[in-house]
Every structure is written in C-alpha cells, then in structure tokens.
C-alpha cells in the first residue's frame, strides 16, 4: 500500500547506493580518498560530498587518513572478520571441487581427520553422468585404508601417527589391504616424500583412490582432498596428471582458507 511507503525511502535508498559508490572506490591502488576525488565520482557538489563521507566516519567505515582524505574504518575490519567466520570448510572448498570433477570426471571428496576419525566432510561430483562412487557427507573411514586416511595421516608426527594405528581396529577390507603398522608408517613415509596418495582396491574393490594434503596458512594439513573413480577408468599413466591436479586443488583451498581465518 502506497499510504505505509515512508516518503524518504527513495532518498534512503539513494544514501545507501552512494555510501557503497564511495566504499567500493577503495582499491589496492587507492587507499585513501580525497573529498574531491568523490564528489566527482558521485557528481554532486563537495558540500553533499563531504556529507556523505562525514556519515560513514561517524558510523566508523572511514576515518580521516593522517595526511589528509579519508581510508576505511574499524568498522570494515570488524565487517570482514564476522564475513571470514561465515565461512565453512566446505564452503570455501567446494567451488573449487565442482571445478575438479568437471574437469576429470570422478567423485571428489573432501575429508578431514579428528582423533582416530576421518570423515567425509562433502563432495562434488561431475555432470558428465559418469559412474560414481559413493561415499555420504558425515560418513566415517577406516585410518588404515584410503587415500584420503593415509595422506591426513602422513604429515603428523610419526609417533602420533603410530599411537592412532596401534590403538584402531585394522580392518582388512580388501586382499590390498594395509593392517600392519610397521608396514603403515612406511607407507606413510612414501606419501610424504610422494606428496600425495595413491590407493587401488585398498578399501573398495576396483577403486582408486588418489588424495592431496590440503594446508592452513601455518603448513598444517587440516584437510584432504580426494578423487575416486572405478580403477578400470583410470590408466596407471594419468595418475601423475590427475595428482598434479588435486595438488593444485588443495593448494586453492588452502590458500583461500588462509585468507578468510582470523
């Protein structure tokens, strides 16, 4: 009903439109700006100018740079820090997994370890139509088979690693798979000098497995992710290839999780 419209919602409308003209002028290139410099960005007279910028610092979005003009505020600052706490796992990585199963096909997992638990945080799969192979978001996988246990096992302190296999039920899930620890923390050593993991058959028949360390900006693997696909659509040959892929994969992620932490 036209009667309930505040007669100042268009002018209100056109503040906010303007305050976020003037807040989007910043750049890496331009950190400060002059009253001048956004009059003429907004077309108005420095008078109206100067009015809208008094009202962002009074609201704490700019401050008055010391040597004359304005930069951001506090305010921004606390802005982007709750905006970097909305950020999950899987939201950051997710868009970068979607790009990864389009581009080779397969299912891409991302999982994470806690104690002696790996579980599958999320996953992307290919539009392609491809045979997937199925492993639920929450579900939970063995420490000992997978190459996504092994790669978030390799980078932990040998005698941690040791302490978590030792105290876990091995399970044999397959004729491949792996249930002594001496032999275990070998393997691990070969995945950390590989830089990645591979598995075939270990934890599903005719599966492969091939899973990238993802790191936080202090170089801890806090994450892995992971392709697998049915073993006979994968040749030996192109598992260098897809392994420098999810290499890369891992390092977008964790270079875009860097940027959102505290």
């Not at 304005?70 to 970097?84: K, P, S």
């Not at 491809?130 to 996504?148: D, F, H, K, M, Q």
């Not at 693997?221 to 073993?231: D, E, G, M, P, R």
Request: charged share 25%; proline share 3%; glycine share 6%.
């Amino acid at each position: 009903m036209s009667g309930s419209v505040s007669p100042n919602y268009r002018e209100r409308n056109s503040t906010a439109d303007r305050a976020l003209d003037i807040l989007l002028m910043f750049t890496d290139a331009q950190l400060v700006v002059s009253g001048n410099a956004v009059a003429e960005r907004l077309g108005v007279a420095r008078s109206t100018a100067y009015r809208y910028l008094q009202s962002l610092v009074n609201s704490r979005f700019l401050e008055e740079a010391p040597g004359g003009g304005f930069r951001l505020g506090l305010r921004v600052l606390e802005i982007a820090r709750l905006a970097r706490r909305s950020y999950g796992l899987s939201e950051v990585a997710l868009p970068a997994m979607t790009a990864l199963a389009d581009d080779i096909g397969g299912t891409i997992l991302l999982t994470r370890r806690t104690e002696g638990l790996v579980v599958c945080v999320d996953r992307a799969e290919s539009a392609s139509g491809a045979v997937r192979i199925t492993y639920e978001r929450g579900s939970t996988l063995p420490l000992n088979a997978g190459a996504s246990a092994l790669v978030l096992l390799a980078w932990i302190p040998e005698e941690e690693a040791r302490r978590l296999l030792e105290t876990a039920d091995l399970q044999r899930f397959t004729p491949a798979t792996l249930t002594d620890v001496d032999t275990l923390i070998r393997r691990l050593a070969h995945i950390r000098r590989s830089g990645y993991s591979v598995t075939r058959g270990e934890l599903d028949p005719d599966v492969i497995g091939i899973a990238a360390p993802i790191r936080n900006d202090q170089q801890q693997v806090v994450a892995a992710v992971s392709f697998t696909a049915l073993s006979s659509r994968v040749f030996s040959e192109a598992e260098t290839e897809i392994a420098q892929k999810l290499l890369k994969t891992a390092q977008e992620i964790g270079d875009r999780l860097s940027s959102v932490a505290d």
